[in-house]
């Protein structure tokens, strides 16, 4: 029983890492996305 909760301490928290990153990337799209139409209304 103990083993395999070890067995999943690891894939929990690389799955938390995985959303993290998820997350930072969709920001960077937003960020993106919130450029391109500020530099639509420039022209």
Request: glycine share 4%; aromatic share 4%; hydrophobic share 20%.
């Amino acid at each position: 029983m103990a083993s395999t909760r070890n067995n999943q301490c690891p894939l929990m928290s690389g799955t938390e890492e995985w959303s993290k990153r998820e997350e930072f990337m969709d920001e960077g799209r937003r960020k993106k996305k919130r450029e391109e139409v500020l530099s639509n209304e420039n022209e």
